[in-house]
C-alpha cells in the first residue's frame, strides 16, 4: 500500500511493504495536480529513496560461538638447587673407667713321671733304691707309701721334687705295660724326708681310685712309675669391662638451596 504525502517543497511516497513489515520513505518533484484523476503527474526519475524503518518482525536468531582458543605450552620447570653440606662429625664419647680384677680360679696342673720298682716284701721302712713300699699288705688300704729318693734305672736323684709334694697333690702309680693298671692316690698332709744313707720320703694318703692290677696288688718287683701332679696357682677371671663412653652427638646437615621458576601460562584468543 502506498500514500503520498506532500509538504511546501516534496512530494513524498509512504510505501508498506505487508509481507516483511517495512515502512518505504520516498521523495519525488512534480510540476502538476491532475484534478481528474486526483494524482500529482511526475516523472519516476524524479523519486527518491529516503529510506525505510523497521519492520515489526521477531528478533533473528544469535549467530554461533567462536571456537576456543589454544592453550599455551606449559612453563619450563625450575633448575634444582645444590645439595647442602654435611654437618661436622660429633665429638667422641669418653672412654669408660676400668673393671675391678676378677678373683682367683681354680689350680692348674702339671706332672712329672718317675720309674720304679714295686716293693710287697716289705710294709716299712727304707724300701731301697729305685722301690716304694705300701704300709699295708693290701696296697689300695695303705695309709702311706714310702718312696726312694733314687729311680729306677736310668737311676735319677729326685728329692728336689719328692720335696715339692704337700697336701691336697696326686700321686698316680701306673703299670709300666699297661695304663688298665694303676692306683690314685691324693696326699693327706706334709711328706717326711728320712734322711740316710739313701734317703726315702714318708708320703701319707688316701685312695683316690684303683683298676685292674692297682686294686689286686702290684706284684714284687713289677716295673711302674709314679706320676706327680702338681697344683699351680690359677688366674683369675677377667674382670668386667668398663662401660663404654657415649657417642658424640652427630653434627647436623647444611639446608638445601631450591630455585623455584613461575611457569608461564600462553592463551590464544580465538577469532570469531
Given at each position: 500500500m ?34 481528474s484523476?486526483?494524482q500529482?503527474?511526475?516523472v519516476l ?8 524503518t ?22 619450563s ?14 665429638t667422641s664419647?669418653i ?19 718317675f720309674l720304679y720298682e ?6 716299712t721302712?727304707?724300701p ?23 729311680t ?41 724326708l ?7 720320703w ?15 696288688n ?6 711302674i ?30 639446608s ?12 590464544l584468543?580465538?577469532?570469531?
Amino acid at each position: 500500500m502506498s500514500l503520498i504525502v506532500r509538504d511546501d517543497n516534496k512530494r513524498y511516497i509512504l510505501d508498506f511493504d505487508g509481507s516483511s513489515g517495512q515502512l518505504n520513505v520516498m521523495s519525488f518533484s512534480y510540476s502538476t495536480w491532475n484534478q481528474s484523476q486526483q494524482q500529482y503527474n511526475m516523472v519516476l526519475s524524479d523519486i527518491t529513496y529516503i529510506g525505510g524503518t523497521a519492520g515489526g518482525g521477531g528478533a533473528g536468531t544469535s549467530g554461533t560461538s567462536g571456537s576456543s582458543g589454544i592453550s599455551g605450552s606449559s612453563g619450563s620447570s625450575g633448575i634444582s638447587g645444590s645439595s647442602g653440606s654435611s654437618g661436622s662429625s660429633g665429638t667422641s664419647g669418653i672412654n669408660g673407667t676400668n673393671g675391678t680384677s676378677g678373683s682367683s680360679g681354680v689350680n692348674g696342673q702339671s706332672s712329672n713321671i718317675f720309674l720304679y720298682e714295686a716293693e710287697t716284701s716289705l710294709i716299712t721302712g727304707n724300701p731301697g733304691s729305685g722301690h716304694i713300699l705300701w704300709n699295708n699288705a693290701t696296697q689300695i688300704s695303705s695309709t702311706q707309701i714310702n718312696i726312694n729318693h733314687l729311680t729306677d734305672a736310668p737311676i735319677i736323684d729326685i728329692d728336689i721334687f719328692l720335696s715339692l709334694l704337700s697336701t691336697g697333690q696326686k700321686v698316680t702309680i701306673q703299670d709300666r705295660n699297661d695304663s688298665a693298671n694303676y692306683q690314685i692316690w691324693s696326699i693327706t698332709s706334709t711328706p717326711t724326708l728320712i734322711p740316710g744313707v739313701s734317703n726315702y720320703w714318708t708320703v701319707p694318703v688316701s685312695l683316690v681310685t684303683s683298676a685292674g692290677t692297682g686294686t689286686t696288688n702290684f706284684a714284687n718287683n713289677h716295673e711302674i712309675f709314679i706320676s706327680i701332679t702338681a697344683l699351680s696357682g690359677t688366674s683369675g677371671s677377667s674382670g668386667t669391662s668398663g662401660s663404654s663412653g657415649t657417642s658424640g652427638s652427630s653434627g647436623t646437615s647444611a639446608s638445601n638451596n631450591s630455585l623455584v621458576s613461575n611457569s608461564t601460562l600462553l592463551f590464544l584468543a580465538a577469532n570469531t
